[in-house]
């Protein structure tokens, strides 16, 4: 799940790009190399007009993406390699690192034939509360929520208030207005409960989402014995840290080694902040990161990264390939780094 700061990249990316300036611009702020940020890539997405589709890339262009950065001169390294690049300043040459958030079944099926086809390493940040069902992806069933009904009542703190959904319109903005709902209104600790009692008052199944499209602990087993790949952590319950207290934090983002030591046999050295943006993750929680003892932790603050990071490796910020850029000029203009400034105010060292 990422943010809603994607109409600046946007504006970013095709200022860059239609101007020339991303090839110009490339010695300045290239940066030494990047982190790649993927959800989903299947051919065949269960929802082709869904709100979330830009969580969903195609195989095909994870395939063209990383043999056009491969000739372009990037080496393809896993997750710990890459911390040690960074920490070396980037000697050895432009690297990337392929990372993928929240475990989707996918990841199995359709992504990693592609990158073995390339020798590519691959992180999966897992939150064992969306596998076990004590966190939902609740983006999905609010769409789920929103299809099925012609109208529905939030409890707000200003008493009930009524959403139309009967057209497509209004469903779109019925979506935006649960999205605030839920990341703004109803407590973290609070959203899963409102959550299925708003799905069941509808007939929504809200474990639906995740046991269709997330790995079983047994599929997650099997892709982390695979040579290419690195199990990391993203908290429990795929939690919006900042709007946790902080003992409350500090267990999301400890307790889930555990958890995962449990179930894999291995604890993870590697953590994503789950939403990743602003209101999601700050200092304190890069600061609950380290103290966990992670080697690396991941936003999705856009940037590439840059020498600097080696006093930053848990503020790292990652580049999207998301179903919105699906064209190889929009990722090589991210790649330049001309996006990176343009995206975050000014700044060249993208970190909290
Ligand atoms: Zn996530």
């Given at each position: 799940m990422i943010d809603g700061g994607e109409a600046i990249r946007k504006l970013a990316?095709?200022?860059?790009?239609?101007?020339?300036?991303?090839?110009?611009?490339?010695p300045f702020v290239g940066g030494i190399g990047a982190i790649l940020m993927l959800h989903r890539v299947t051919a065949t997405p269960e929802k082709p007009d869904s709100v979330n589709r830009h969580l969903n890339i195609a195989p095909s262009f994870l395939d063209a993406v990383i043999?056009?950065?491969?000739?372009?001169?990037?080496?393809f390294v896993s997750m710990d390699e890459a911390v040690e690049r960074i920490k070396a300043g980037g000697k050895g040459g432009r690297f990337a690192t392929i990372t993928a958030d929240d475990a989707y079944?996918?990841?199995?099926?359709?992504?990693?034939?592609?990158?073995?086809k390339h020798g590519a390493p691959l992180t999966i940040y897992v939150a064992p509360g969306l596998i076990d069902g004590s966190a939902h992806l609740w983006w999905d069933v609010v769409e789920d929520i929103v299809k099925a009904c012609d109208r529905l009542t939030l409890a707000t703190s200003n008493g009930p208030a009524v959403i139309d959904c009967a057209t497509p319109a209004r469903k779109h903005q019925a979506?935006?207005?649960?999205?605030?709902?839920?990341?703004?209104?109803v407590r973290e600790e609070d959203l899963r409960t409102v959550l299925r009692g708003l799905a069941a008052s509808h007939g929504v199944d809200a474990d639906a989402p995740r046991l269709r499209t997330l790995m079983t602990w047994d599929e997650i087993r099997a892709v982390a014995a695979h040579p290419l790949v690195t199990i990391g952590a993203h908290t429990i319950n795929h939690s919006n840290l900042k709007r946790l207290s902080e003992a409350d934090a500090r267990r999301e983002i400890g307790?889930?080694?555990?958890?995962?030591?449990?179930?894999?046999?291995?604890?993870?050295?590697h953590f994503a902040y789950p939403y990743g943006y602003a209101s999601a993750v700050g200092c304190r929680e890069v600061g609950f990161a380290r103290d966990a003892g992670y080697a690396s932790a991941v936003t999705t603050r856009h940037g590439v990264?840059?020498?600097e990071h080696a006093g930053f490796l848990h503020a790292l910020p990652r580049i999207s390939v998301n179903g919105r850029y699906q064209s190889l000029a929009h990722i090589r203009t991210m790649l330049s780094g001309v996006t990176t400034p343009l995206a975050n105010a000014g700044k060249m060292l993208v970190t909290v």
């Open positions: 990316l095709n200022v860059a790009r239609y101007t020339g300036l991303a090839p110009l611009a490339r043999a056009d950065m491969k000739a372009g001169g990037y080496a079944r996918d990841n199995m099926t359709e992504a990693l034939p592609v990158l073995e979506i935006a207005r649960l999205h605030a709902y839920f990341t703004t209104e307790a889930v080694k555990d958890m995962l030591r449990t179930g894999l046999g291995e604890e993870p050295s990264l840059r020498a």
